[in-house]
């Protein structure tokens, strides 16, 4: 069985995902990050408590 691992779609280029004149991500790539973020600590990864009340760009 051949593997497709070195076929795979390429992904976005920086500007793509980051304004880099607001210096913050982009409303898909910050959607993205909150949902992995949410699917991660409903698995019981303790993000809320690593990061706590910080300030995150991301949130």
Do not use: R, T
């Not at 790539?29 to 991301?58: R, S, T, W």
């Amino acid at each position: 069985m051949k593997s497709n691992c070195w076929h795979h779609p390429k992904g976005k280029s920086v500007q793509e995902c980051f304004d880099l004149k607001k210096m913050e991500p982009s409303p898909e790539y910050k959607a993205i990050y909150n949902k992995v973020k949410n699917e991660l600590m409903d698995l019981g990864m303790p993000l809320n408590k690593v990061y706590g009340e910080m300030v995150c760009f991301l949130c």
